[in-house]
């Protein structure tokens, strides 16, 4: 009865990541990212976590959102996705991400596309550029920041750049509808 | 000598508020500042400016400062200041150890030459004793560029026994917010002279004395 209760419990988990069958998931082990996951599997699964235990020292390129909690000396690099550091994160680190959350430690230059958010108790030494940041009270940082203004093109909808990609690929002057969309997106 | 003119024994008596009459961390006090509102006018009509503050990370100085198209290098000076040389009654005895001098400086000051177009030093300096202060006040000389700002406080009570350590917020051009964080006993008072005396490689220095006895110094390089 007990581990019909536990089967219960889990049950998408497990059929959506086929790494983590052999047994139950335990918390903050690590999570191994599956390379050839279908959308669906992705989506329902939730970020890929590397867990409080995990040390790795090398690069790491990511096509999804991603936690980490655990070491990481190298560089990181999620550039479409959002990063977060969790509160036992430490990373020695260049990092390159659309967002970045960091509730633990961050030593290394950080470029963020969107957004970096510096939450309360976490501790970043390096050089920021991105568009915008929010730092909590209580949170450690020493280095130079840099707000980069977000290009006209990027701020489109995705539609929209289609619609811009189609009408520029038929030679159609785009930068009135660009600006258009610049107003409307944000 | 620069030590003649300063009076290193500060005496008893008052804080410099009603407000900040209270050790630790207390309300935030909102104050117009003659002294930050020269220090921005210095910046108008300019971009792309590099800026450093001593007043560590705050989501206000940040967004003032890159709202105004510049860029920010942020850094709790105070805090450096109590890892480097403690916070107990060894906090002057441990200023004049080379290592512990060392890396206060190289914490807070280590940037190439010229680096800076302005920079808000807020109240650190006097909390430095002697040689450090000047070895601090060259290397600052050396990272602002020509024309650049550097905006400092000094607490003008020389009754006062201790001075509260602040947590410095730009609220507007003129108005900042103050937090207090601890109380702290300056090294030295400083008066008009003797700050002629220490910023003497600038090209000039201006004060602004506040009825809550907070001389403001615009040091232009």
């Known amino acids: ?186 | 000598m620069l030590k003649d003119r300063l009076r290193i024994e500060p005496s008893s008596a008052s804080l410099h508020s009603p407000n900040n009459r209270k050790s630790g961390a207390g309300q935030p006090l909102n104050r117009a500042s003659n002294g930050l509102d020269q220090f921005f006018s210095s910046l108008q009509d300019q971009e792309s400016l590099s800026i450093l503050d001593f007043s560590g990370a705050s989501q206000a100085n940040i967004s003032f400062i890159t709202s105004m198209g510049h860029r920010i290098y942020s850094n709790d000076a105070l805090r450096t200041l109590e890892e480097a040389f403690g916070t107990g009654g060894d906090f002057i005895t441990n200023q004049s150890d080379p290592e512990r001098a060392g890396l206060f400086l190289r914490e807070n000051l280590e940037f190439p030459d010229r680096t800076f177009d302005g920079a808000l030093i807020w109240d650190t300096l006097q909390f430095l004793a002697p040689p450090l202060l000047q070895d601090t006040v060259d290397r600052l000389y050396r990272i602002l560029r020509p024309q650049s700002s550097l905006l400092a406080f000094f607490h003008a009570d020389e009754k006062a026994q201790t001075a509260p350590l602040f947590s410095y917020r730009i609220v507007e051009s003129k108005v900042m917010s103050l937090t207090p964080r601890n109380q702290e006993r300056p090294v030295q008072y400083f008066n008009n002279r003797s700050l002629e005396k220490l910023f003497q490689k600038f090209n000039s220095v201006k004060f602004f004395l506040t009825r809550d006895h907070l001389r403001e110094v615009i040091v232009r390089r």
Do not use: C
């Open chain 1, 1 to 186: 009865m007990w581990n019909k209760r536990k089967e219960e419990e889990y049950p998408p988990k497990s059929t959506a990541t086929p790494a983590a069958t052999g047994g139950p998931i335990k918390e903050n082990a690590p999570m191994s990212t599956n390379p050839t996951p279908s959308h669906h599997a992705t989506e329902s699964r939730g970020p890929a976590v590397i867990g409080k235990s995990v040390m790795i020292k090398g690069q790491i390129f990511s096509r999804e959102d991603l936690t980490i909690d655990g070491e990481i000396d190298g560089s990181v690099e999620l550039h479409e996705h959002r990063l977060t550091v969790g509160p036992n994160g430490k990373l020695q680190a260049g990092v390159k991400a659309r967002e970045v959350v960091v509730l633990g430690t961050i030593h290394g230059n950080v470029e963020a596309s969107d957004k970096i958010d510096i939450r309360k108790d976490a501790k970043l030494v390096g050089d920021i550029k991105t568009a915008r940041i929010v730092i909590e009270d209580g949170a450690y940082f020493k280095g130079s920041i840099d707000i980069a203004r977000p290009e006209a093109p990027r701020a489109s909808a995705p539609s929209q750049s289609k619609q811009q990609q189609v009408s520029s690929a038929a030679g159609a002057n785009n930068s009135t509808p660009v600006t258009a969309a610049v107003g409307e997106s944000r």
